[in-house]
């Protein structure tokens, strides 16, 4: 059976495809990289937002209009709406987020067991989920009330993938050849909570430092609370990218307050200090909420100022989207779809300013890339693309193919919010 998954949304998203196509494989199927001529597709919705959860209808309708001759939806979507999911053409089954570690052995009617025994190799998924970067699954769901957030309905209460699992699966893609994990989670920063044994994210992390020998550590996202300065000790190991993403959400206090956020300005502000202190060159990245319910232009003000103050290097600015089930759903003072519209674009140039500010910070400076693609072969060389250390996108000429290798690269150039760089020769 071919197999052709897809993925909207998180990074938490394309470590769960990841780990369904590796467990087809070892049942024996094969996996492609488009829904043309597959038997079955699996498309990993979400609901984050309305937009995503029209982009995850959407990928199901093309699904369709392809040839796929069965449909599969999970996610956060397909589990918050399962009778309007299976009504879409095509759709033959609905797994829930509940269900999504059984959705293999559930489809196939065998246990487990019959094919899991055997772990094989990370393989990088076909088409455009190709990554060269592996995303593991460390921790789901999450104990937190933010009152815009529907993933936490979608996903329920915090649970942390055990050390030892997560481990074995920094190992599996070791042997697959990956040079880079991403530690994947809803709240990665709560690891460990549920498990009562006293450790925590910073344990889970030191761990696979000494026990694996990945090239390098990213982090998908952590909360800006819960972390102490040692948390930050150990970005001491040069495997650990300098790169972290803080979801601020907004900078307004009295916004942060109605969002149900465990944070205030001064206590982000705080720690993005302690984080730049341990980090040299840290590269921190965020998220921002535009338009929450009785936003004002005081607060929407207070807001744009903070973000300025904080410097990011780079963000995602998203309008405030109602999501029915949550407690802002709920409030009154909703603001008016062109306002929002205004003061995203108003968030998303300040946000681009500061990124372009540290992209060309780095010029002149050496950082290490991870060639993720190539677009050709001509009389320079290979032209590669990749990521740096500090999550910049770099591009530069190669005398080969360094698909999926590291090199030391010094930046020569930034324009057109294009950073080129230079392979340095040993």
Sequence with gaps: MKIYFDSIGCRLNQAEIESLASQFRRAGHSVTGSAEGADLVIINTCAVTAA??????????????????????????????PAEALNLPGVMRVVTN????????????????????????REPLPGIHRRTRAFIKAQDGCDNFCTFCVTRIARGQGVSVPM?????DVELVLQGGAKEIVLSGVHLGSWGNDLKNGTHLRDLIQAILDETSIERVRLSSVEPWDLERSFFELWQDSRMCPHIHFPLQSGSAAVLKRMGRNTTPDKYRALVELARDAIPNLALTT?????????????????LEF???????????????????TAAARLSGRVHGKIA????????GILQESAEQYARGTVGRQVDVLWESTSGLDSRGWRMHGLSDNYLKVSGFAPENRWNCIDRVKVISFEAGQLEGEIIQE
């Excluded at 199901?60 to 449909?71: D, L, P, T, V, W």
């Excluded at 489809?107 to 025994?117: G, K, M, P, V």
């Design 287 to 303: 998220d921002i909420i535009v338009g929450f319910p009785m936003e004002n232009d005081e607060e929407f003000g207070e807001s």
């Design 341 to 348: 519209g205004c003061r995203s674009r108003s968030m998303r």
């Design 98 to 121: 509940a269900r999504k570690s059984e959705l293999v052995s559930d489809l196939l009617e065998e246990a487990q067991s019959e094919y899991d025994a055997e772990p094989v190799a």
């Design 307 to 325: 973000v300025r103050e904080m410097e990011f290097a780079g963000g995602h600015v998203f309008k405030y989207s109602a999501r029915e089930g």
């Design 52 to 81: 995503a959860a029209s982009d995850s209808r959407e990928k199901s309708r093309q699904a369709y209009h392809a040839g796929a001759k069965q449909i599969v939806l999970t996610g956060c979507w397909a589990t918050l709406e």
């Design 164 to 168: 030892q699992q997560v481990i074995r």
